[in-house]
């Protein structure tokens, strides 16, 4: 079965655009129609630009035309402090080049998630690492030092823990703080097992929290905020379909060398198989997601890489060799 059919029959929506596109591109053998890819690799750190330019390339990949930066750096895995400073000053560069700060910019911050749930508390986990500095310029003007922008930042929970939709909290402050930039960052689901944790991505289409597993939430875009949105993503997750369409996949490729066994699985069996699928993850179908054990370390590197790339990117006057200061 094709992983496009299979991901659309069960209902399993893509966070990554990298993904989305390779997808694509490999079943067709083509490239995508309206859709741009360009690739740099710096050493161990591979960043793949995915543009969409026009509704073409929407219909194609399934998601609003603009920039999506995907970082894929392994050794984020690793408690490597001087790579994960390297990778915070790369992500910080791209950072820049999508939002263009103005010297007096404001920005506000906000980490989407929830605190209780550890695989989706990176937005919250980076919003504790960021330097604030919006109530500095009204109340301590004078300890204002160097090239330093107002920043606030919020973490305002999920609905189950509010009662109240992220995107109405996110516009309630808008309309007060009337922030020039919003960053949101929030966890992904990956579609494949080897992204958890060592993918990042950058888009300055805006986000739609929690569709990765089926939560679709009020979009926090330019159109519905009135300013520019930009959101940063790390996969925590994946889907437990996923990996099993994975194993699946594997076995039969293993039984290619033995036609009696290979004719099993061919497209007149494809809803057979499915079924299966479906009855093995069954009661909770396409909204199992999987995690590693691991997950609590991941997600401390990923945040500390990801705050200190917004404190580079908006604090400019904060330097290489005192901006850790700050990270609390």
Not at 58 to 65: S, Y
Not at 193 to 212: F, H, K, M, V, Y
Not at 266 to 271: L, S
């Amino acid at each position: 079965m094709k992983k496009s059919n299979f991901l659309k029959k069960m209902n399993i929506y893509l966070d990554l655009a990298v993904e989305a596109h390779d997808l694509l591109r490999g079943e067709t053998g083509k490239e995508v129609s309206g859709v741009i890819m360009n690739k740099e690799v710096l050493g161990s750190t591979t960043v793949t630009t995915i543009t969409i330019t026009n509704k073409r390339g929407e219909k194609e990949l399934g998601r609003p035309k603009g920039n999506y930066i995907t970082i894929d750096a392994p050794y984020i895995k690793n408690n490597d402090l001087q790579q994960h400073k390297e990778l915070a000053k790369v992500l910080a560069g791209h950072l820049a080049k999508l939002f263009q700060f103005q010297e007096d910019s404001s920005i506000l911050i906000v980490g989407l998630g929830n605190w209780h749930a550890t695989p989706d508390a990176l937005g919250p986990k980076v919003v504790e690492k960021i330097m604030v500095t919006r109530h500095l310029f009204y109340y301590t003007p004078e300890e204002m030092q160097g090239k330093m922008r107002k920043v606030s930042a919020i973490s305002p929970g999920v609905l189950g823990l509010t009662g109240i939709e992220t995107a109405e909290v996110i516009h309630g402050l808008v309309e007060h703080v009337k922030p020039d930039y919003v960053i949101a960052i929030d966890a992904l689901a990956a579609g494949a097992l080897e992204r958890i944790g060592t993918t990042i991505q950058l888009a300055d289409t805006g986000i739609n929290p929690g569709s990765g597993i089926g939560n679709h939430r009020k979009a926090l875009t330019e159109e519905t905020l009135g300013c520019k949105v930009i959101a940063i993503g790390v996969p925590t997750v994946v889907n437990a379909a996923v990996i099993a369409h994975k194993t699946m996949e594997e076995l039969f490729g293993q039984m290619e060398a033995e036609p009696s066994l290979a004719k099993i699985y061919n497209e007149e069996n494809e809803d057979v198989l499915l079924g299966v699928m479906k009855k093995a993850l069954s009661p909770f179908q396409d909204t199992l997601m999987v995690t590693p054990k691991e997950v609590d370390e991941l997600i401390d590197h990923s945040s500390r890489i990801i705050a200190s790339a917004i404190n580079l990117s908006v604090h400019p006057g904060i330097s290489e060799s005192n901006f850790e200061t700050y990270l609390q």
